[in-house]
């Protein structure tokens, strides 16, 4: 039987907390700082593996989502319209069962059109690019602050959900 990915963490998790980070010499504080890291990062990571598929998933969609969105009525200079029409042709490429990798890809698309809409959009529409941009990067912030809540480094994680309550619901 091979173990799950799981089993093989939680083996390591116990490996190192039991066994090797405790024979660190006491006088090694960088080693023994680092060494905390690394076991909050392995449990985080414990944490977030049943969730990660799901996580990566409604980022992708919500990002194709408000691509969709602000390529509509592209009107402007050629900087402007040529990363509309790039983020159209993201829009329908395939990186494969990827859902990281696709939003990889799409947030740079509207990236590459937030800066080209700077240059050479028409005003209306540069506007309306502005708004659903806005509104895509205040969910995205929402789920990266969930996804790394456990870190301890947000100002205010009691007013953001859980990964399990934000994975389950459709935040798209």
Known sequence: ?????????TSVLHG????????????EAL???????????????????????RYHRLCSEDARSAADAIVQGASGGPSSVSAAEALTAMLTDSV?????????????????????????AD???????NSEVLAFSIRQNTRERVWFKD???????SELPDLASLCAADQT
């Open 123 to 129: 005003a209306g529409w540069r506007v309306r690019v």
């Open 151 to 157: 870190a301890g480094f947000d100002p205010n994680p």
């Open 96 to 120: 494969g069962d990827d859902a990281h990798a696709d939003y990889l890809v799409i947030a740079g698309g509207i990236a590459a059109l937030t800066n080209a809409i700077a240059e050479d």
């Open 31 to 53: 080693a023994i700082e680092q060494s905390g890291l690394i076991l909050a990062q392995l449990t985080m990571l414990m944490e977030q593996l049943p969730y990660a598929e």
């Open 16 to 27: 190192l907390r039991d066994v090797v980070f405790p024979a660190i010499n006491p006088d």
């Open 1 to 9: 039987m091979t173990p799950s990915i799981e089993v093989r963490l």
